[in-house]
Every structure is written in C-alpha cells, then in structure tokens.
C-alpha cells in the first residue's frame, strides 16, 4: 500500500471511528455531583497548615467539611482527600462537598466530616524564586510519612473543630494520580488507622518505586482494605510507566490476594473527569454493608502461596506475657517452651492444653532452645556463656563453655550448631568442643535445619543485610556452599528487615522473624510471602508447636503468640526425612 492510500485510510478510520484512536474523555457529573433544590448543605472552612514537624517548612491549604446538621457532640465518620483544592471546587472534576450534601440527603452514605489537603510547598526566598513543591515527596514516595503526617498532625487539628471515629471502617482516604497511590500507601502502611481506600488514575508506577504494590500484595497477608479503583486505558505512559498496566497489576493483584476490590476502567486519560462521574457510585460502595471479603486465589501448581498456609479467620492469639521472651521451642508432644530471657525466671512450658508452667527456675539467661536426641532439653546460656542441657528432673549438665553464642540447633546425631553473632561465625559442638563450620553472614542469629538436615538456614541480623544464608550440611557436620539465597523484603532503596528466628516445616518452607512480620520462603529460597505480626514489634523467636505441631508460636518483645496454620513442624533431633510435597 502506498503511503498516501495509508493515510488516506489512517484519517478516514479516524473520522468514522474516534472512540477506536482518540479517548472520548467526555464523562459528565450526574445529578448527584450537582446542587439539587431542598437539599441541605454542609459548611466548609478553610484554614492554612503551616507547622508540620513531619514536612518542616511546608506550608499548606487545607479545607475542612462538616455536614449539613452538624453536631459537635456527636462523633463522625472521615474522608479525607488529597490534592484537596482540587477536590473541595464545586466546579471541578470531584465536586465532593456537593457529592456528600446529596448521599448524605438520600441517606446512601452517613453524614461525615471530610478534610481536604493541598500538598506542600515550601514558599520561595525571594520573589525571583518558585519555592519547592513537596507533592510528589509526600505522595508518591512508598513509605508510611504521609501517613504518620496525618495520624499524628492533620487528625488533632480536625479534633479540634469535630469528633472523629476512632474506627479505622469509619475512614476513607482518597486522591487521583500521585494523590491516588498516596490514599492506598497510607492505607497500606497503617490499617488500624484507615481502611476505605478511593483511587483514580494512581501513579501505581516507578515515580519513587511504587511499582512495587502489585508484587508486594501478592505475597502479603491480607490487609483489611476496600479499594476502589479507577483508570482510563489512554492514562499516561511515560518514563515512569504505564498507568493502565500498573493499575490492571493492581487490580490482578487485590483479586488474587482476596481484598474487597472494585474497579472501572474507561476510555479516558490522564483525567479525574471519570473519578468524578463515578464518586457518588464509589462512595455508595465504599459504605455499604459489606460482605465477607473473597478467598484469595489457591495455591496453583508447585508454587506455594500464603493462602496455603493460613487459614481464614485464624488469627493470632495471646499466650502470655513476661519480660521479654525468647527462645521459641517445642517437644514432640506439641509442648511449647521459652525463656524469660531478661526477667530472670528461666524457662516455662505452656502444654498442650494451654497450662503455663515454670519448666526450670535455674536455667535463666537462655536465647536459644532445642530438644536432643536423648530426650533433654538444651539450652544456650548467655550469661554464662555455654551450652547446657537440661534432663526431665531439672539436672543441669554444662556441654560446652565459653561460647559468645545466641541461638542453636541440634541434628538426629546430637551435634549442636550455635551462632556466635559476636564474632560473625557458626560453630559446631561435637563431645564437648566447639569449631567454627560457617562464616558470611554478618550477624548470624536464627538457625534451623531442613526435614533432611542437608540445609542449614541462619539468619543475618546485621542493619545492612538484605538475606538470611543457607549452608549444605556435610556428612561430617562441616557446613559448606554458604549462600544468601533467602531475600529479605526489599520496598524502594530499603531492606524491610532484620533476621531473627529461624523455623522450618515438613513441606520444606522456611520462616524468619523479622521487624514486619514473619517471612516465609519455599525450600529453595523463593519468597512465598509475609505473615503480618501479631504486635508492631519486631517477631525474634518463632516455632511450629500445640497439637500436631500446627501451630505458629511467635515470640514478640515480652509476648507470646499463636496462630494455627495449613503447616506441621518437626523436631531437627528425629530422623532424617524427605520434605512433603
């Protein structure tokens, strides 16, 4: 075809078929986006936020909405919108006082206050300058500021003219393009603060890395979020991405990690003109009575996924508390065992039945804990820096001294692996002598041996690690091939953690606490995904025990934890076996 018969075609294709080449983009406010006769209407404010400690120098408008009828002794709901100019203009694309003037008339929605902020900006020096806009710092950067921004300065000054729900149900967050990532990011980071969650045309791109939601929520425990979500497929594609491909990622990614999730996708661009044509449905949405939330999607094929190992609506539950508990450990019968390490009172059972019992009251100091071969109990012994082992009479018999040891393991041959974190190194005792088997990580702490006891896994606590290494245990007990081959979470430039506890089940995965939450890998070291923790502190010590070995203990600061869990643990000290498919 010659080029004048292309562009012939090209230009009549265009005129017959717009909607095929160009977006239509023509998406108009309904009647709901519009003031409506007889309908009572709400009281906006505006006031100027100027000192923020969390943004320092920034200075900000913001516009605050109390609904028609307001009472201040009454507490309200809350939504609060991002690039709030934008969104308080009853000429733009959201008309959001009007939106709520009309719901809240039709009672679809219950009366709420509604904040809306600008981003910041730190105003220039001199006239010839512009200042420095923080928008995209504050929005698109994946971490949880904005979020502690609100929580902590922008919630108190909304206290000061309403009550607001201290139910996270009770508040929505909601914005379009960097205002739309930053809604999910605070959402993300800070559940127990809000949970309804309005996007439009989000920046789900690697503006500052947020890229990275899509793969995180698929290997995340569900977080209790609705999200609505809203893009055009002619949105943006530029050097930071794809609009529509990263929020169809997003969308793939909700539905298969079971949120409550709705989206819409139209034929426009970078525009909020179908955001606003949609905000009263997504607002009726978002406060309906909702429904349980999906199953995520099954484990498929080889690939093992959080969703076959924990079990809906098994939780965590509180055993006990102490000083600070370490040392996580079970028996065959599904005893749990831990140390009081700081509070002096040595080491307690908690039985099967749920008794706590103080095992031995002598045995204090103890970071690490491990049933041998012989049926006693052992022990490392910080304060005294040696290994012990302990006999069902409570008879103390020291193994081996002068180790600057934290945590061990012991095989079905009795021989016992300590990580000295100190020193940077693994040693093996064996008749009382230890030697050095291992070296790499930079602060080894965690160890546990896989179902065939050829891997040994020790985890690095060091700041700067990025993974946990595994070692091939020689028929000698010498450890060798010494790799990190278990990756700790990554978001952006940053390592989400630090290795702590180490345990492994008979299908071979591996977990390690870390400072967010239990990471569990599959045998050869994929990630498979993060068990959210139980507390906001860091999970140190962690096993399978209870009955049948089904259950997840995880030790957390001075509390001790359980969750029951699609998994069964062993003992390193029994036979050798190969791992469960």
Same mark, same amino acid.
């Given at each position: ?293 999906? /199953?995520?999607? @099954?484990? +498929?094929?080889?690939? #093992? %996924? *959080? =969703? ?129 088997? /291992?070296?790499? @990580?930079? +602060?080894?702490?965690? #160890? %546990? *041996? =896989? ?131």
């Amino acid at each position: 075809m010659t080029v004048p018969r292309l562009l012939a075609r090209s230009l009549f294709f265009a005129l017959l078929l717009p909607g095929l080449l160009l977006a239509a983009d023509d998406y108009k406010p309904g009647p709901d986006s519009q003031e409506q006769p007889g309908v009572p209407k709400g009281e906006v404010k505006k006031f100027v936020w100027k000192e923020s400690r969390i943004y320092p120098g920034t200075v900000r408008d913001c516009w605050l909405y109390l609904p028609p009828a307001f009472d201040a002794a009454k507490e309200y709901p809350l939504i609060i919108f991002q690039d709030g100019g934008g969104a308080v203009n009853p000429k733009g694309d959201l008309r959001v006082p009007t939106v709520l003037d009309n719901l809240i008339a039709q009672q679809a929605i219950p009366p709420m206050v509604a904040l809306f902020i600008n981003p910041g900006n730190v105003p220039a020096v001199t006239p010839l300058g512009k200042g420095l806009s923080t928008r995209s710092f504050e929005y698109d950067t994946p971490d949880d500021t904005y979020a502690r921004f609100l929580i902590q300065e922008m919630l108190p000054e909304v206290a000061k003219s309403a009550k607001i729900s201290s139910n996270p149900e009770d508040r929505a967050l909601a914005g379009t393009s960097s205002g739309g990532i930053c809604a999910f990011t605070a959402a993300w980071f800070h559940p127990e603060a809000f949970r309804k969650v309005i996007t439009g045309i989000g920046s789900f791109t690697n503006i500052r890395g947020g890229y990275w939601y899509p793969a995180a929520i698929r290997k995340t425990e569900r977080k209790p979020l609705h999200v609505f979500l809203q893009d055009g497929e002619k949105d943006l594609d530029n050097v930071h991405g794809s609009w529509p491909l990263g929020a169809h990622e997003m969308v793939a990614a909700l539905t298969f990690a079971g949120y409550d999730v709705k989206s819409t996708f139209g034929d426009g661009g970078h525009s909020g003109k179908q955001l606003g044509s949609l905000l009263p449905e997504a607002l009726r949405w978002m406060w309906r009575k909702a429904a349980a939330a999906p /199953a995520p999607a @099954p484990e +498929a094929g080889g690939d #093992l %996924a *959080l =969703s076959g190992l924990l079990i809906p609506g098994k939780d965590w539950e509180l055993v006990t508390s102490r000083k600070f508990v370490d040392a996580a450990c079970s028996d065959t019968a599904g005893n749990f065992y831990f140390s009081d390490l700081n509070g002096g009172t040595g080491i307690y059972k908690v039985a099967v039945d749920g008794t706590i019992s103080v095992y031995n009251a002598q045995a204090t100091s103890v970071s690490g804990l491990k049933f041998g071969p012989d049926g006693r109990l052992y022990a490392f012994q910080g304060n005294r820096k040696r290994v012990i082992a302990i006999d069902d009479k409570g008879t103390i018999e020291e193994i081996a001294g002068g180790i600057d040891g934290n945590d061990l393991t012991i095989d079905h041959e009795g021989r016992i692996y300590v990580t000295e974190t100190g020193k940077k190194q693994v040693v093996i005792i064996e008749k009382g002598k230890p030697r050095v088997v /291992a070296t790499g @990580p930079k +602060a080894p702490n965690g #160890l %546990a *041996l =896989s179902p065939d006891q050829e891997t040994l896994t020790v985890s690095d606590y060091d700041g700067n690690a990025t993974a946990a290494w595994a070692f091939r245990v020689e028929a000698n007990g010498d450890l060798t091939a010494g790799m990190p081959v278990f990756p700790y979470r990554r978001f952006g430039a940053a390592v989400e953690s630090k290795g702590d506890g180490v345990t492994c089940d008979t299908r071979g995965r591996w977990y390690i606490g870390t400072e967010t939450g239990v990471q569990v890998f599959d045998p050869n070291g994929r990630p498979v995904g993060l068990v959210l923790p139980p507390s906001s502190g860091p999970i140190t010590s962690l096993t399978l025990s209870g009955p049948g070995l089904h259950w997840l203990f995880a030790l957390s600061g001075d509390r001790v934890y359980k969750r029951e869990v699609n998994a069964t643990g062993f003992l390193p000290s029994q036979p050798p076996f190969a791992r469960e498919k």
